[in-house]
């Protein structure tokens, strides 16, 4: 039932591809690499991927620079993205809808402390929060963002990588 609900947010895309969608969404422009390391799939998985969305009218290849091509969202992309934003939202919700108020915010602050303890580098942050909506994540809200910061504060050469 749990996961019946996650793949009917996905709306028929993978898990990875729905991924790639989101990424692009609030981080337009982004290349194939760096998809694959966020995402955490293959580089020919990412490529194959992309040429999916691509056929589909979803993505869109810009202007290369020199061997470096970024990627963007059509208009169709743009609005699918946010089509699975809402339905994964709409599923979490769902998910914790038997919860009262006061157990869902017990809930929240554990699962913050859990996932804030698991996250290892800015990579484990990437990839776990590939199907996160990016703008509502600020500096002192996503346990694993702040980890993430916390972490290359500590060990300043821990994995920055260009992807924030």
């Known amino acids: 039932m749990i996961f ?3 793949d009917v ?3 028929g895309l993978s898990p990875s591809a729905a991924a790639l969608l989101s990424m692009l969404h609030f981080k337009p422009g982004l290349t194939t690499t760096g998809l694959a390391r966020i995402t955490g799939v293959s580089q020919p998985t990412a490529v194959r991927l992309i040429d999916g969305l691509e056929r589909q009218g979803f ?3 810009g202007k290369p620079d020199g061997r470096v091509t970024p990627l963007l969202l059509t208009t169709a992309g743009r609005a699918r ?3 699975l934003q809402k339905r994964r939202l709409e599923a979490l919700d769902g998910l914790l809808a038997p919860l009262a108020p006061e157990e869902r915010y017990q809930f929240e602050r554990i699962l913050d402390q859990v996932l804030a303890g ?3 580098s800015r ?3 990437r990839t776990t929060c590939r199907l996160c909506k990016h703008d509502l994540c600020r500096p002192g809200l996503c346990p694993i963002g702040n980890r993430a910061v916390e972490l290359e504060q500590a060990e300043p050469e821990n994995d920055l990588g260009d992807v924030q």
Do not use: G, K, N
């Open 9 to 11: 947010a996905l709306d």
């Open 4 to 6: 019946d609900r996650l």
């Open 118 to 120: 698991a996250t290892t």
């Open 59 to 61: 993505v869109t290849r």
């Open 123 to 125: 990579s484990f942050a």
């Open 81 to 83: 993205a946010i089509h």
